[in-house]
């Protein structure tokens, strides 16, 4: 049971109060919660929150006797259970989702099939962290008929905890790989953390769908209990690749003894690369799963349009550019590099590359790792950003600059022209910002 303040505060977000965390976008009758991070504390503007009109402030410390004020031992630990104890009295499915790539990507094209035919709540953005996952499930309404919530991690642990939040009924992990290293000290661990996923929902008797063809995921779960979905005929929802020109086009059947099973189907979406197969599986396979009809699967997958720099193709007047540049990670730059060694193009192919942050120890010969594969290929023209490819030994016509600045200042200087530029990096770096010039 909620304590007394819990239960007023939540009271009002069932009435219909808006959460908000940040001053700048209070809006009338909001409920304001004064979070604390390592470089602010909120609690000193709660009183400008409740000037701009919110209705409520949720804060740790004594600012005014007035009824406008909840003050709580702790706002974070506050939003947290009053959001545990919302998702309690849904009884809709939720699908959790996690892994080291292609989680947002996967999310947005699981709920473009599944809005098809219910009314969805998804996660929003990078909603994905301890203080996302609880503001996105208190976004849950009666009129919601299955949530999608989405669950990042950088430490072994913390899919537990979102985890138990959420309760989630289905789920599935995208991947792993050799995503936020540092935070979680190995690979052992990035295993070990992402895979709490699937011990929750075995512990509750939930439902797993696996890409079966994934080693590090098949080894900690009994398959035969999944719902299984890849490139293998014996797998529920087989496929394979029959374009990536630029855009992935597949063919897909599924096998489950029902009568339009082993019937092949073509999906042509809009985002590329081969790397991205597995994620339009998993919502071949959740749109089955839920009862969405074949030709609304299939719109779904159809319309859904990449942004925020995932996979995106843009053609400008001197070249055009793949923009992958939201993230990077070992995994995931190599994923995209091979993409992009696989385009069959008349344009000579270029890269802009920056750092991919929080590998710890492991860094620079990540980073080394990267540019050899890169020095082995046909690539004319490549910029690399960031102190750690500036200690790689790359090509010598291979550009390195320790910063965007030094970067931006030779390319306003040196525009390429006629080129498919791949552009990537950790979302520290930024290289997105260099495509004014391109």
């Known amino acids: 049971m909620m304590n007394p303040k819990n239960k007023l505060i939540h009271k009002f977000i069932t009435d ?48 005014s006797q007035s009824s406008k004020y909840v003050v709580v031992e702790d706002v974070l630990k506050t939003l947290q259970e009053i959001a545990t104890y919302h998702r309690s009295i849904f009884q809709i499915p939720v699908i959790g989702i996690t892994g080291s790539n292609g989680k947002t990507t996967t ?11 219910y009314n969805t ?22 009129k919601h008929e299955v949530a999608i919530i989405e669950m990042g991690a950088n430490h072994v642990g913390e899919i537990e905890f979102l985890s138990s939040l959420t309760n989630p009924t289905h789920g599935l992990i995208t991947n792993i790989g050799k995503a936020h290293i540092e935070g979680f000290g190995s690979f052992e661990n990035i295993i070990k953390g992402k895979t ?9 008797g939930g439902i797993i769908f696996i890409n079966a063809n994934n080693p590090y995921l098949i080894n900690h779960v009994n398959i035969n209990i999944c719902i299984t979905y890849g490139k293998d005929e014996q797998f529920q929802y087989t496929g394979e690749i029959k374009e990536l020109n630029p855009f992935l086009t597949l063919n897909y059947k599924t096998n489950m003894g029902h009568p339009t099973a082993d019937e092949n189907r073509t999906i042509k979406t809009n985002i590329m690369g ?10 071949i396979a959740i749109g089955h799963h ?15 349009l990449p942004s925020n720099n995932r996979s995106e193709l843009k053609i400008t007047s001197r070249n055009k550019i793949i923009k992958d540049a939201y993230n990077a990670n070992p995994t995931s730059m190599i994923a995209a590099l091979e993409n992009i060694v696989s385009l069959e193009s008349d344009s000579p192919k270029a890269l802009i590359l920056g750092d991919m942050l929080e590998l710890g120890d492991t860094s620079l010969d990540e980073h ?5 594969f890169i020095d082995e290929k046909n690539f004319r023209w490549v910029l690399y950003i960031g102190k750690y490819f500036t200690k790689t030994t790359h090509k010598k016509e291979h550009r ?8 931006e200042k030779w390319l306003q200087n040196n525009l390429p022209e006629g080129y498919i530029i791949l552009m990537k990096g950790s979302r520290g770096i930024k290289v997105e910002q260099l495509e004014k010039y391109l």
């Open 16 to 63: 219909g109060a808006n959460i908000c965390t940040d001053t700048r976008q209070i809006k009338e009758g909001d409920i304001f919660f004064a979070l604390k991070g390592e470089n602010y504390d909120a609690n000193d503007f709660a009183q400008k929150a409740l000037e701009k009109g919110a209705q409520l402030a949720i804060v740790e410390r004594t600012i």
């Open 107 to 117: 999310k947005e094209l699981i709920n473009s099939v599944l809005s098809q035919k």
């Open 121 to 142: 709540l998804y996660t929003q953005g990078n909603y994905n962290n301890h203080i996302g996952v609880p503001l996105t499930l208190l976004r849950l309404t009666k």
């Open 196 to 204: 709490e996923l699937y011990r929750n929902l075995k512990n509750s």
């Open 274 to 283: 081969a790397y991205n197969f597995e994620n339009v599986m998993a919502a």
């Open 290 to 304: 839920f009862g969405v009809g074949v030709e609304k699967i299939k719109k779904g997958i159809e319309n859904y």
């Open 368 to 372: 080394q790792k990267i540019v050899d």
């Open 400 to 407: 390195s600059f320790a910063n965007m600045g030094e970067a």
